[in-house]
């Protein structure tokens, strides 16, 4: 037996919860009450979550004239002679440490149609408790979208997760690579696909040049672009920057690489962000085990919450990571430089400064090793249908294809 959280609180056999889910039909694509239940919650969830940025963006991006926006961009998709259409029963799996990610998963496969099953954590933290009390209280209203969603909590018991895939036809799992290897070794029915987000690494890019034309008010605020990034999940998102990497006159790049940490120290008091004791002490373990592996040039570690370690080369930082403000300043004479270093699990670039024609060669050059999203400072973390190289819009679908020409009888 299983926790289901909504659309009502029970103990529920999984295999039984997953058969009466898949007894309802799927419903067409962007329908009218798929559509009204979006912004009702929407709405409920900018009452709610005042005051949460996280939640905030997220009761952005569901707005009306964003939902129909991406309406627009699936009908886009089809054609007279190509139908979209739902795959069915979506599973998602997705991460403890970021609260708001499970509802952009679970909002795109339903607005195609699909049936959900979204298993939650069980270590859920008060925003996400939040968040899960604002469906709660609206999806009571719409029975389409009610009766194609179950969300539910369990461990780690793989009989459950067995169970859930058996019934999917698409399961969808975000995590770290620990996650996605453990629950790829529960099979899928043989019709069924999968999308996997492993653990990835993301950085950021400064043009010195650029920086240095900016007035003290234009920097400010920079800096805040930069912690919206960077602090949102306590540096923990895939697409929060660790990296950053300055561009340009390397004579200058010393003073304005200052400048900017001094900014955003600024930023954090304003904001009173802060870090717990343990995550303090994880950073400051990560910053001592970099200066042995890593040739760092400097150190800064004013405050608990942002500590900067220059690095002369391109740092091999990927794997395990504290969080809470720990970054590598590289300088470079050119932004290309980076291309050889650039691995496959590395997703975004968010970039100040530079030219469209410039990044445009950047991801030429890389053509495919890696780095998946290029973005301005202050859009790390703003959830988009494409994402990881996927376009969920499609992937959430499936493409019936009709030949209406007449055989050829003579």
Same mark, same amino acid.
């Given at each position: 037996?299983?926790?289901?959280?909504?659309?009502?609180?029970?103990?529920?056999?999984?295999?039984?919860?997953?058969?009466?889910?898949?007894?309802?039909?799927?419903a067409r694509p962007f329908s009218d009450e798929v559509v009204d239940f979006t912004v009702a919650l929407s709405r409920r969830l900018s009452k709610v979550g005042r005051g949460m940025p996280e939640t905030e963006a997220?009761?952005?991006?569901?707005?009306?004239?964003?939902?129909?926006?991406?309406?627009?961009?699936?009908?886009?998709?089809?054609?007279?002679?190509?139908?979209?259409?739902?795959?069915?029963?979506?599973?998602?799996?997705?991460?403890?440490?970021?609260?708001?990610?499970?509802?952009?998963?679970?909002?795109?496969?339903?607005?195609?149609?699909?049936?959900?099953?979204?298993?939650?954590?069980?270590?859920?933290?008060?925003?996400?408790?939040?968040?899960?009390?604002?469906?709660?209280?609206?999806?009571?209203?719409?029975?389409?979208?009610?009766?194609?969603?179950?969300?539910?909590?369990?461990?780690?018991?793989?009989?459950?997760?067995?169970?859930?895939s058996a019934g999917s036809d698409v399961r969808i799992i975000w995590g770290g690579d620990g996650t996605v290897n453990a629950v790829r070794r529960v099979p899928l029915p043989p019709h069924a696909t999968e999308l996997?987000?492993?653990?990835? !690494?993301?950085?950021?890019? *400064? &043009?010195?040049?650029?920086?240095? #034309?900016?007035?003290?008010?234009? +920097? /400010?605020?920079?800096?805040?672009?930069?912690?919206?990034?960077?602090?949102?999940?306590?540096?923990?998102?895939?697409?929060?920057?660790?990296?950053?990497?300055?561009?340009?006159?390397?004579?200058?790049?010393?003073?304005?690489?200052?400048?900017?940490?001094?900014?955003?120290?600024?930023?954090?008091?304003?904001?009173?962000?802060?870090?717990?004791?343990?995550?303090?002490?994880?950073?400051?373990?990560?910053?001592?085990?970099?200066?042995?592996?890593?040739?760092?040039?400097?150190?800064?570690?004013?405050?608990?919450?942002?500590?900067?370690?220059?690095?002369?080369?391109?740092?091999?930082?990927?794997?395990?990571?504290?969080?809470?403000?720990? !970054?590598?300043?590289?300088? *470079? &004479?050119?932004?290309?430089?980076? #291309?050889?270093?650039?691995?496959? +699990? /590395?997703?975004?670039?968010?970039?100040?400064?530079?030219?469209?024609?410039?990044?445009?060669?950047?991801?030429?050059?890389?053509?495919?090793?890696?780095?998946?999203?290029?973005?301005?400072?202050?859009?790390?973390?703003?959830?988009?249908?494409?994402?990881?190289?996927?376009?969920?819009?499609?992937?959430?679908?499936?493409?019936?294809?009709?030949?209406?020409?007449?055989?050829?009888?003579?």
């Amino acid at each position: 037996m299983i926790r289901q959280l909504l659309p009502e609180a029970r103990e529920v056999d999984p295999a039984e919860l997953v058969a009466e889910l898949n007894s309802h039909p799927t419903a067409r694509p962007f329908s009218d009450e798929v559509v009204d239940f979006t912004v009702a919650l929407s709405r409920r969830l900018s009452k709610v979550g005042r005051g949460m940025p996280e939640t905030e963006a997220l009761a952005f991006w569901m707005r009306k004239a964003e939902v129909r926006r991406l309406a627009d961009s699936y009908a886009s998709l089809g054609s007279d002679s190509t139908l979209l259409r739902p795959r069915g029963t979506v599973l998602h799996v997705p991460p403890a440490n970021v609260d708001t990610l499970f509802v952009y998963s679970w909002l795109l496969a339903t607005l195609t149609g699909n049936r959900n099953v979204v298993r939650l954590s069980e270590r859920a933290t008060d925003q996400a408790n939040l968040i899960i009390g604002a469906i709660g209280e609206v999806i009571g209203g719409f029975p389409s979208v009610r009766d194609t969603t179950a969300m539910v909590t369990y461990g780690h018991e793989e009989t459950v997760t067995a169970a859930l895939s058996a019934g999917s036809d698409v399961r969808i799992i975000w995590g770290g690579d620990g996650t996605v290897n453990a629950v790829r070794r529960v099979p899928l029915p043989p019709h069924a696909t999968e999308l996997t987000f492993p653990d990835r !690494f993301s950085m950021a890019a *400064v &043009d010195t040049a650029a920086y240095a #034309a900016l007035g003290d008010s234009e +920097r /400010d605020r920079l800096a805040t672009h930069f912690f919206n990034d960077a602090y949102w999940f306590d540096q923990m998102g895939c697409s929060s920057p660790r990296l950053v990497v300055w561009a340009g006159e390397r004579e200058a790049a010393a003073e304005l690489t200052a400048d900017f940490a001094r900014r955003v120290e600024q930023v954090i008091a304003s904001k009173s962000y802060s870090v717990d004791t343990a995550t303090a002490v994880a950073k400051m373990l990560q910053s001592y085990r970099s200066m042995i592996d890593v040739d760092v040039t400097s150190y800064s570690h004013d405050v608990n919450e942002l500590t900067v370690l220059g690095v002369k080369e391109f740092p091999d930082v990927r794997g395990e990571f504290s969080g809470g403000g720990l !970054f590598y300043f590289q300088t *470079v &004479d050119d932004l290309l430089e980076i #291309a050889p270093n650039i691995e496959r +699990r /590395d997703q975004t670039l968010s970039q100040f400064g530079f030219s469209a024609a410039k990044l445009g060669e950047l991801g030429a050059t890389l053509n495919g090793r890696g780095i998946d999203r290029i973005v301005p400072f202050g859009a790390a973390l703003n959830f988009n249908r494409f994402w990881d190289g996927y376009d969920l819009l499609q992937e959430f679908s499936r493409r019936v294809t009709i030949d209406a020409s007449a055989p050829q009888l003579a």
